[in-house]
């Protein structure tokens, strides 16, 4: 269990004392666009940020880039505020890799972090807005045990979001490999983002990914004529 309460989140209202913005986002046409909330339509939603915008907006949402084995979303493509807290259930993933699966997960973890800033008092569980929010349980499920990354390696992921409950958002990262798993918690972390406006964090209620690295192999390229580096640096 990860709690990330030790990490305040901050309401954009706190930073100046004012009232929430004028403005609002809203998607049109597949495109986040920022109007005057009053100028929302009758069946439109208007979102605080852009960010919680892009979570259902569009074919792909806030994902980059397109999962290879494409995007099964939920019908109403609906957002659910969940607790600043993670639950992470790596028990079915091999005793050798729990090292780095909790050094992954914690990598997670910090891009949630850098979502929000740091001098704020978070919700807690007797507030409003916690009483509407649902515990987060991510489950990874690895079935081999190799540690070996190579050109021939699985790097396979398979991703489901569902609530089955307001309480509760359950996420199943499922792979081959560690680094499979990996690329899933990648994945979860652009399906997840933070409203500054109320103070807390949002995610795409139900979805089903299945993803795999289109290149066997990712290059770099160094240009070396305007900052050139020598070659015992490289």
Known sequence: HRDLHSFPTRRSSDLCGQQPSPFTFVCRNKYCTRIFREELGENEFGSNTAEVCKLNCGDSGSLWPFPTGGITWGLTRELQPILPSIEFDISSSPPNLHAWVNEATAI???????????????????????????????????????????????????????????????????????????????????????????????????????????????????????????????
Request: charged share 20%; no cysteine; proline share 4%.
């Open 108 to 234: 997670f973890e910090s891009y949630l972090v850098k979502m929000n800033s740091s001098d704020a008092t978070p919700p807690t569980q007797n507030s409003a807005s916690a009483r509407a929010a649902a515990q987060l349980v991510v489950r990874v499920q690895i079935s081999g045990s190799t540690d070996f990354l190579g050109l021939y390696t699985d790097e396979s992921y398979t991703l489901d979001i569902n609530a089955p409950l307001d309480t509760l958002v359950h996420v199943v990262i499922g792979s081959r490999t560690y680094f499979g798993a990996r690329h899933g918690l990648e994945t979860l972390s652009q399906l997840i983002a933070y409203d500054a406006e109320v103070g807390e964090y949002v995610i795409v209620r139900s979805v089903s990914i299945a993803d795999r690295p289109v290149y066997m192999y990712r290059g770099l390229t160094l240009d070396t004529s305007r900052n050139f580096v020598s070659l015992p640096r490289l």
